[in-house]
């Protein structure tokens, strides 16, 4: 696993070109294998597949069948499929003796030293929690490595799934098996990497000979040969901890261990990974990483429409949150569709704004039926076994009832996808919100759309004309109460504020806690020029220590006119990112920009499609920098409005252009440099240092939706 490498246009285009040229490969007959259990042979082949990846054990078996061991024997009548640990199912925390599902920071840096970055007392105490799927991972090779130990052979071959056997490959392997032998033919050596990624800072030339390594520098585990001897001395230094190629690394200096002069088993690049790598977002956070990668959603068209239908209470507000996580657009809880939408629909034609709707009350028996015969594609998931509005056809409908055990697997069958990542969301139902009619604001002020992300959970308002679908407000919520009233003259609350120390990559500088002085007349955020190891300047954040689920965030303050900064005043969270924000661009401070950010999924799902977001630029009538304003974020279930000194200037209801973020946030006010000049301008360094200054902040909430812990 290198993290740090990513499959570009280029990479992708030579790998697929490597694997057309292997048919060209002369050599099949792999004479290091025997099934007859001769010595100074590999007579096992493991494969690590999961359960529900049967379509990857066949590939492996193609792969493996395109060659024969040292008497005509198949390669797959050697191979034996390891039942991989899934990551989906893990409900409870490794056995300590077996993995401790940690590292730190000081442990990356050993295997993969970076020159921005040093192993100090600061990176041996930052610990990183592992994601459930590197759990998983390392839980499946240790248990591989248990069979190697109970097996009747010398050594293995040990495989992941996802791997391509590159050309050349039983040339290279019977050259690098006859190095490593001594001269009474025997093998001294524990493991021998047939596939890796070297990141050594001293990386040998690519030859026929092996390499034996003695320094931690090699990633990836997809293919290794190892021996009962180093399977056994791996299972003695249990327990693990990190990724399992991290910790591997760790062990050279009890393992011998080689890697073959050249790669001879590949990790397939040209499909997207399922993986989480918990290091990734810690690399980012301390100023590594920085080129910021946009992710996007699978451009494969997804099957529909799609129609849930259900008793209240029955996990239709789960089902709607599912489909939005697979890619779906969906539409959901309402107690009537958007005219032009069920118009639409009714007649079959294209142009319809979602391609899922679940528990809409104006989907009635006579509307089903218009709508199955207009088009012949709909699909229908019912969660109440009986509810059906009228006659559905025959293999269009799936039955999700909340005694299903797997619903992905159910749902994921139904509509021909991959099945997900991340778990299946569980929630209460919501109902079926009353649409309302939109009331247009008493005071607009001119307003202009920049670029928007292109994802699922975005509709264009440019192309529609769309307005969004306002929502009866709820009269039920509970009082507010205030959370956190800070003025100018008070300190800042140690247990209420963080002073960030952290960065991200789009960001050209590092936050420094002491960029950030309270003084009588109010709070300011500072800029300086000052070099660190990972950038060039120091910036100023604060964030809530608790988060936030709906209420109203203000702050009187006055942002920063230098170009090349921006002022935010803004909500946040990563797993699934969501956000809403204010900020100001120094390059024009008479322009207020809002946006958000949407990602569906329960807390902990890695969606972070998009890094522009949806951005709208709001002309105000004064320069923001001249003076003090109260800015304000009032964020509902089903609303957001911006308001300056009190008066609403924009506002964003229901699917305009996205859904209302909806998970716990946290409050954020900073002063940082971008790295793009073409959006916010060309720094001016001479006017360093600089301040945006705060004069106020108040969060007023309901207690039932502050929510205490960090966010991911």
Known sequence: MNTLTFAEFKERLAHRVRLRTRVLDPQRRASVFSQSGEANSL????????????????????????????HGERLTALT????????????????????RPAYTLADQLTVDPNPLLKIDDSTRAHEIAMTRQEIAVALSHIETWRRVVAGDDAAALLLEDDVVIAFGFARRLKATWTALQDPSGSHDFDLLY??????????PSPGAEPVHRREPGVWEAAAYVLTKAGAQKLLDQLPAFGPIDLWLNLQFATLKTFTAGRHLIEQRIDEPSTNSYSVLPVLSQVGVITKEKALLPSSRRLRGPVFGLGDAQSGLTSLARALSMVGYTCSSDLDQMPAREFDTLRRGERGRLFNAYVNIGSLDGESVREIVAAN??????????????GELPAGRVLHLAPTVADKWNSLSEFLDIEYPAF???EEDDVGQRSVASRLPLDTPLPATDLTFDTSPWILSRRLLNWQGIPIQPDQSTSSATTSIEWFAGEPLDDETWKFRDDTFPSNLALFSPKNVTAHMDGLALAVRRERTPVREFTAAAIASRMNYLYGSFEAELRPSNVPGLITGLFLHRNGPRQEIDIEFLGRDTTKMLVNVFYNPGPDGTKLEYGYRGTPTEIRLDFDAAAAFHIYEIDWRPNHIAWKVDGVTVDERTLWNPTPIPDRPLEFNLNLWHSRSSEFAGCLDTNRLPTCAEVRSIVVTTSESHVVPGTLV
């Open 80 to 99: 034996r499929r390891i039942s991989a640990i899934d990551a989906r199912y893990l409900t409870s925390t490794p056995d300590p003796a077996v993995l």
């Open 423 to 425: 778990p299946y969301p």
């Open 43 to 70: 007579g096992r082949i493991y494969v690590i597949n999961l359960d529900r990846k049967p379509d990857r054990w066949r590939r492996v078996g193609r792969e493996l069948d395109r060659f024969r061991g040292r």
């Open 376 to 389: 012949p594609h709909a699909l229908f998931v019912l969660t109440t076994p009986d509810h059906a509005p």
């Open 194 to 203: 047939l596939a890796y990624k070297d990141v050594s800072t001293k990386k």
